[in-house]
């Protein structure tokens, strides 16, 4: 396999969370994942109030995680957000049937579950969004520098990437690579998950040349995917307390071992720009090739605006979104440049945004005159003074 190395499979416990400098140089930048103990979100209120002791007597169910939900304080507390719930033995195209519901009626499902196998798994529920006072968690200074949750939050203010996931012994994620190749952050409050991740660079084994990714490691067509044994991976089982990085780009599984609860959000900065870029040209490949037919029958501008509107359904955000975040994260650190106080240097940080902007306009060659004919001029003139004020 391509590029890959032994040291590549090693993933770092940190007992002590390791210093800001150290995570940058170690992780964030050459992209490798790491775990670190509970000490590091120790103090955070849900990891007292949202879970009790597991009955020894239940051991065996409870699949040694110390801790379990408490799930009566769960549901009087949050029983009213409404949230989506997977039903793990249903596939629907790359992830799982979803059925939305308030939490109370998935918790006295969980409840009576209580650790034994189960099939419903609510996920990417945005608590903090629904309960904005209640403070049930912080941010971890490791993982502060993140645009994606500044920008969303101060400026779009519609959504977040902050997420919740509650779910019972043997649910699962599906294996996928995150939105937008962000990174993400995974805290586990009660239970255990088993991780299974992939370096990147082998995408051919667990991709087939319609990009159709395998579904479910455990059970992987051998006639479609007929490589797949060769993936080099790193196994890990992340127990109550525990945090998980996962970088960018990185297609990874989970899967839950007893009721588990766990807080993550996914992110991007300086660092990963490029891969969040990528993923966001690869989308926007896909969409021009969708519609190659119509080029003929609109101007060349016409041609890239009905493209962006197929990016804005297909991927979620298109050029306006991404050229807004890196803008409106370099205003806020023009005015501030020391919040955050975990980020790496100012001029580092600008460097990769040019050598984002470089390759964007290398890629497309109307880039200008798109930012041109759609309000985006003063956004880019901006982020280019922003940038050189930072710079001086
Ligand atoms: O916990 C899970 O089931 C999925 C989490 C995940 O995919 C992530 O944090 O990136
Ligand atoms: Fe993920």
Redesign the pocket.
């Known amino acids: 396999m391509a590029g890959s190395t032994d040291d590549e499979l090693d993933i770092h416990y940190y007992e002590i969370p390791p210093t800001y400098d150290e995570f940058l140089k170690n992780h964030l930048i050459p992209n490798k994942p790491c775990i670190i103990g509970p000490s590091f979100t120790r103090s955070w209120k849900a990891n007292k109030e949202w879970i009790v002791t597991n009955d020894n007597s239940k051991e065996n169910l409870q699949h040694q995680s110390k801790y379990k939900p408490n799930y009566t304080h769960l549901r009087q507390q949050y029983g009213t957000a409404q949230g989506q719930v997977a039903r793990c033995n249903k596939r629907h195209f790359t992830d799982q049937e979803r059925t939305e519901m308030p939490f109370a009626d998935f918790c006295a499902k969980w409840q009576e579950d209580d650790g034994q196998p189960s099939l419903d798994?609510l996920?990417d529920l945005h608590l903090q969004k629904a309960f904005p006072d209640d403070r049930f968690y912080t941010v971890p200074d490791l993982f502060e520098d993140d645009w994606l949750n500044e920008y969303w939050l101060q400026q779009k203010g519609d959504d977040d990437y902050r997420f919740a996931?509650f779910?019972g012994h043997t649910t699962?994620?599906p294996l996928?690579a995150?939105v937008y190749r962000s990174y993400?952050?995974?805290s586990n409050i009660c239970g255990i998950?088993k991780w299974t991740l992939f370096p990147p660079g082998q995408e051919s084994l667990y991709q087939d040349k319609f990009n159709n990714a395998v579904y479910d490691i455990r059970d992987v067509d051998s006639t479609q995917f007929t490589k797949f044994d060769q993936a080099r991976k790193i196994e890990v089982y992340q127990k109550d307390g525990e945090t998980v990085f996962?970088p960018s780009n990185w297609f990874?599984q989970?899967e839950?071992i007893g009721a588990t609860i766990?807080i993550?959000h996914?992110w991007i900065n300086a660092s990963n720009l490029m891969f969040t870029y990528a993923s966001l040209r690869k989308d926007w490949n896909d969409c021009k090739h969708a519609i190659e037919d119509l080029q003929d029958t609109m101007s060349p501008m016409e041609f890239l605006q009905e493209c962006q509107k197929l990016l804005m359904v297909h991927s979620g955000w298109d050029w306006r979104i991404f050229l807004n975040m890196m803008a409106h994260v370099v205003a806020n650190r023009a005015k501030q440049p020391d919040v955050p106080v975990n980020q790496p240097d100012l001029a580092w940080q600008m460097d990769r945004i040019d050598e984002v902007l470089k390759q964007w306009k290398e890629d497309e060659h109307r880039l200008i005159e798109y930012f041109e004919s759609n309000d985006l001029m003063t956004v880019y003139t901006q982020l280019r003074s922003d940038m050189n004020s930072i710079r001086q």
Request: aromatic share 22%; glycine share 6%; proline share 0%.
């Open positions: 798994y996920k996931y779910g699962f994620t996928h995150d993400s952050w995974s998950k996962v990874h989970v839950n766990s993550n996914n």
